[in-house]
Nanobody, 122 residues
Framework: QVQLVESGGRLVQAGGSLGLSCAAS????????MGWFRQAPGLEREFVAA????????LYADSVKGRFTISRDNAKNTVYLQINSLKPEDTAVYYC???????????????WGQGTQVTVSS
């Protein structure tokens, strides 16, 4: 079992930056690949970014490349998502998730946090 708790979501203006965190507890955090997903109202949950066990590999959705950065600190059992140049279309609930392998498929992630709301005003 892995428990995940996201934090850092808030209201920000377009063009601003924001850092999200996801703290993990339970089974060895470093054994899991970690991902961030987001879900806007009325839309399906979509992949944003993922990072491998030790952080050597990362994946990004095309829509966020160059603006989002995923990182992790295994000593702190925490994964991060830095978001720059925020756009109104980034407004969503952001979720972190844990999986045994690296990839964008939502079905591959067996553990999920409760989400944190990011709202971008224009």
């Amino acid at each position: 079992q892995v428990q995940l708790v996201e934090s850092g979501g808030r209201l920000v203006q377009a063009g601003g930056s924001l850092g999200l965190s996801c703290a993990a507890s339970g089974r060895a955090f470093s054994r899991y690949c970690m991902g961030w997903f987001r879900q806007a109202p009325g839309l399906e949950r979509e992949f944003v970014a993922a990072i491998s066990w030790q952080g050597a590999r990362t994946l990004y959705a095309d829509s966020v490349k160059g603006r989002f950065t995923i990182s992790r600190d295994n000593a702190k059992n925490t994964v991060y998502l830095q978001i720059n140049s925020l756009k109104p279309e980034d407004t969503a609930v952001y979720y972190c998730a844990a999986a045994s392998g690296l990839g964008p498929q939502r079905e591959s992630y067996g553990y999920w946090g409760q989400g944190t709301q990011v709202t971008v005003s224009s």
